[in-house]
């Protein structure tokens, strides 16, 4: 098992064409068509849910003779956030209802794409007292909430009738320009590096992993989901016969996180509860042994598509590796280098084989082969031993009769 060596310039080609596709929850078909297109050109079989979703397969080199050989899975997200059309206004304006979780904060001033059943609309999301000039200081007492917002269509549009009749409706998609730009010192600042990031990161591993031959010693499904940011992703595509699942995604840099831009971060828990203890420290475990920078931490606020599946009812071991992004879900920045070091790391994983041995079999027959977390000098009791209590209180008597017992005390004590 090798580092193999990352095309940075892929990773950020493929992160740009990426960038490029609007593909909100819900509009993600063309986002899938791209993804196909990458591994076929790798040489990577696949198939597709009825809705999108993509399992590609990275077969296993190394025969096994065993009556079952698991498999792993590698999770991103091809979906972003964005919103939807929730009301045309007298004035033509139109009311948002978000998709995906996150704030108006970040919507308001966006350039968008407004997707009809005909055609395609430019605009801007506005706050509804939008003008100094003429709601002077008011501007700055506003609530920070969707219902403040409204997008401005950049068309001749004054009133409802004319947005209906550009075919403007209530449902219709709205895409957020993504914005990116990626500086010579290797930052990359862009809206939905959340998991265009990821995703672009996951393909620069895969055709590390092809183009080098390496090993490979169990099947590795790497799974493109459409529904992440919404809360479903994983829930219905991971096969039977995979024991571990890994989620790649955005680590949210903040004080008092340790998530960070460089290097790669891998979360203990979060919302859904820790990850597995064994799959956490095997991966922190390869940042160590191999000279990747390995932040840990907990995250308070966040789902991802490892948790998915395991709320699916999957009996798998989970855990997150994660490009540190700054201000997440807003204009995130991350760095060049972080990505790479994150695609390191997956090759190095699709090269490791099971996390642990008892996991070639979906069933143990006891506990005889079951792993440990404590070893046994974790285990031992290190109780402080108390004194004689008699001998504080009464020191040089006996308080036990010849039987061994405590002398009862005297009627006139318990009275």
Not at 112 to 118: E, G, I, N, R, S
Not at 159 to 181: L, Y
Request: include cysteine; glycine fraction near 10%; proline fraction near 5%.
């Amino acid at each position: 098992m090798q580092k193999l060596p990352i095309d940075a310039d892929y990773l950020k080609t493929t992160l740009l064409e990426l960038l490029a596709i609007p593909s909100p929850t819900g509009l993600t078909d063309e986002i899938v068509h791209y993804t196909g297109a990458r591994l076929n050109a790798l040489g990577v079989s696949y198939e597709l849910t009825r809705r999108g979703t993509i399992r590609a397969v990275l077969r296993r080199t190394m025969p096994e003779r065993r009556r079952y050989n698991p498999a792993c899975a590698i999770v991103a997200h091809l979906d972003t956030l964005g919103a939807m059309v929730r009301e045309i206004k007298p004035n033509g304006r139109l009311g948002l209802m978000p998709v995906g979780t996150w704030s108006s904060r970040w919507a308001e001033g966006g350039r968008v794409t407004l997707f009809t059943d005909a055609g395609r609309e430019r605009g801007s999301v506005l706050p509804l007292m939008a003008s100094g000039h003429v709601y002077n200081e008011a501007i700055d007492t506003q609530p920070v909430n969707w219902d403040q917002l409204e997008v401005r269509i950049d068309a001749d549009i004054s009133s409802a009738g004319d947005a209906a009749a550009r075919g403007i409706q209530i449902g219709d998609f709205i895409a957020f320009d993504a914005a990116p730009e990626v500086l010579e010192n290797g930052y990359i600042v862009s809206r939905h590096l959340d998991d265009k990031a990821g995703v672009a990161a996951v393909l620069a591993a895969l055709k590390a992993v092809v183009d080098s031959g390496a090993e490979v010693p169990m099947d590795c499904h790497l799974v493109f989901t459409l529904t992440e940011e919404v809360g479903s992703g994983a829930r219905a595509v991971i096969g039977s016969d995979v024991s571990e699942v890994i989620g790649v995604d955005i680590g949210p840099v903040a004080p008092g996180q340790g998530a960070h831009e460089l290097g790669v971060t891998i979360p203990l828990m979060d919302s859904a509860g820790p990850h597995d203890y064994h799959l956490t420290r095997r991966l922190l475990r390869l940042c160590e042994d191999h000279g990747i920078q390995g932040h840990r931490d907990v995250f308070r606020y966040y789902h991802s598509d490892a948790s998915a599946a395991v709320n699916a009812g999957h009996d798998v071991r989970t855990a997150l590796l994660c490009f540190g992004a700054d201000a997440s879900h807003g204009y995130e920045r991350t760095h060049l280098s972080g990505l790479v070091n994150l695609a390191e790391l997956l090759t190095l994983y699709i090269q490791s084989g099971p996390t642990v041995a008892g996991d070639r079999e979906p069933w143990l027959e006891s506990v005889e082969g079951f792993s440990h977390q404590l070893d046994a000098e974790q285990l031992a009791r290190t109780d402080t031993p108390l004194p004689d209590a008699n001998e504080l209180v009464r020191p040089g008597e006996n308080p036990a009769n010849e039987n061994g017992t405590a002398e009862a005390a005297p009627d006139d004590v318990l009275r």
